[in-house]
């Protein structure tokens, strides 16, 4: 194990409720009549990425008006309104990150060990976040930052996790080498077609998905002062740590030799 790669929604902290408030904050603003409940955004978690999940609600909505020429405008512009409450709500510090990120990409730099991130989210969301915890140096702490720039085509498809592979081959690191750490049905699937062993934590939107496939699934990283409530497999403690993640990697490497 030479590399770690987190995606950010769901997997850094629980962003989702956040976003969907966000989102409400945004059609009010803009004079739209929508709403979404939990229910409701839990089923557009399925379309990957703010403005395409707008789109495909707009098209189940009103798909006469869905199509028009202004279309693409207004969903740029919701886009961008939702945004800005985002950023309004992650800055005033109520999003912490989830037990156990801060702890392993703080040891895994100690290790001199890289980390990257992989997401389809927006560079303002993954900046908006990570500021508050980690300062405004933030990309420091990590050897690339992959987000919905960096690739055309979101998750599940692996896109921007083989842009992250691409920026981690200078350190010498392969597929085989990583562990990606997602919450998403589709995160796996995105990081399982990039050859790259997967830690699931699921949050309350997506712990009904399937994870066939993963390295393992867990409630949450845990943390000594917030530990899960059994211990990890294959040790007594109830936090995971470089040296598990490296016992599971190795682990898979034996099963596929």
Known sequence: MKALIFDVDGTLADTESAHREAFNAAFREAGLDWHWDEPLYARLLDVTGGKERLQHYWQQVDPLHAGAGQTQTTIDAVHAIKTRHYDALVGAGQLPLRPGILRLIRAAGEAGMPVAIATTTTPANVDALLRTPFGSNWR?????????NSAVNKKPAPDVYLAALAALAPFGVQAADCIAFEDSRHGLQAACAAGIATVV???????????????IE????????????????GFEQRWVDLAALRRWHQATLLQVA
Do not use: S
């Not at 702490?141 to 992959?146: G, R």
């Not at 934590?201 to 390295?215: I, K, S």
């Open 140 to 148: 420091a702490l990590f050897a690339c930052v992959c987000d919905a």
């Open 218 to 233: 867990l409630p949450h990283l845990g943390d000594p002062e917030l530990p899960l409530e059994n211990p990890v497999p």
């Open 201 to 215: 934590t699921p949050t309350a939107y997506t712990r009904d998905h399937q994870f066939d496939g993963a390295l």
